[in-house]
């Protein structure tokens, strides 16, 4: 600690385990530059680290090796300057009972770990859950290429047979994403059934609306509704896949937890438009229209069922902005301190 107050320009380096400290500031001899060097006793870190108050200046220098040093300095006679902070001061057997405990602290974490039985298939489920992450990733980025250079080439025109180009690697990918929901229910992946609602939501578009009415594959809408889809994933799995590797890329994660604030409400949109324009295809034809054998001979309509649908798709919209929300606030949010 440098008894300083107003300390401008403090230059302060370590090399040949010599520290060095010069700094404008007032101190004894008023306000003037204050300079001088300290040759340690045993080896220490070449990095100090320097905090600036208005009263003082201090600097933490740590040890290369924790052990107790007789003296601070080299030179056995301690400098005129250089007086002892009882308020941090340790003697021999205090040095040695804290790097006791911090030892014992060490044997207790490893033994607590031994303890926690070890999975076998821990490896095995990393590598299954990257590759997964990575397929998806290069299914979806296909789709969003394919997409955008047939729209830069073709214009507006590649919005009415975007189902016909697109549709196959859709199928696969979609497919595919109900993986997510087994790796779910059997512990592979910690996630909330909200997710697993969206696959279903996603899948019960693709296969059964757009899949079963060739009137709707021509539509304009399909293209806006794939073109959402696929941005989406362009930043979800490459973000599950690095956490799985324990890696975490600062942009990656933003991009994660913030492009779905324009994107989701997009998608929904979309998913509306395509149930709404589907509602008197599938009134007019009666497809997938139930009837049944009573007195009364009741159809149910499956374009009833679709306005039922068309109501929870927005409250499943809401619940999902909240959960995610909640997620952008945990992984974006301040972080709180502990208190000690």
Not at 83 to 103: G, H, I, V
Not at 166 to 191: H, P, W
Not at 286 to 301: A, C, D, E, R
Request: proline share 5%; glycine share 4%; net charge positive.
């Amino acid at each position: 600690r440098v008894e300083l107050s107003d300390v401008k320009n403090p230059d302060v380096s370590i090399a040949d385990n010599v520290l060095r400290f010069r700094a404008q500031g007032h101190g004894a001899k008023g306000d003037n530059i204050y300079e001088f060097q300290i040759e340690f006793l045993e080896p220490v870190e070449p990095k100090p680290v320097c905090r600036v108050t208005q009263r003082q200046l201090n600097i933490t220098v740590q040890k290369k090796e924790s052990n107790w040093w007789e003296r601070l300095t080299k030179q056995e006679k301690r400098p005129l300057f250089l007086a002892p902070d009882f308020d941090r001061w340790l003697d021999e057997s205090d040095a040695e009972m804290e790097l006791k405990e911090k030892e014992e602290e060490k044997i207790n974490k490893m033994k607590i770990e031994s303890r926690v039985p070890k999975d076998p298939f821990k490896h095995l489920k990393k590598g299954y859950l990257i590759m997964y992450n990575l397929v998806q990733f290069l299914g979806f980025s296909w789709i969003f290429v394919n997409m955008t250079v047939r729209l830069f080439i073709l214009g507006k025109d590649s919005f009415y047979d975007t189902f016909h180009t697109i549709a196959d690697m859709m199928y696969f990918c979609q497919t595919l994403a109900l993986m997510e929901i087994l790796n779910s229910l059997i512990g592979l992946v910690r996630s909330p059934l909200i997710p697993d609602l969206t696959v279903f939501g996603r899948n019960f578009i693709l296969f059964v609306v757009l899949g079963s009415l060739e009137e709707m594959q021509s539509r304009a809408v399909v293209f806006f509704l794939f073109y959402f889809w696929s941005i989406i994933e362009l930043f979800r799995y490459p973000y599950y896949m690095l956490s799985c590797m324990g890696i975490e890329w600062k942009p990656l994660t933003w991009l994660r937890y913030t492009s779905w604030i324009p994107l989701y409400p997009l998608g929904g949109l979309a998913e509306a438009v395509c149930l709404i324009q589907s509602i008197p295809i599938f009134s007019e034809t009666g497809k997938f229209s139930l009837g049944l054998p009573n007195p009364l001979n009741v159809t149910i309509q499956f374009s009833f069922l679709l306005q039922m649908y068309l109501i929870a798709l927005f409250l499943g919209l809401f619940v999902n902005f909240r959960y995610l929300y909640k997620q952008r606030k945990q992984h974006l949010g301040p972080k709180k301190r502990k208190m000690k």
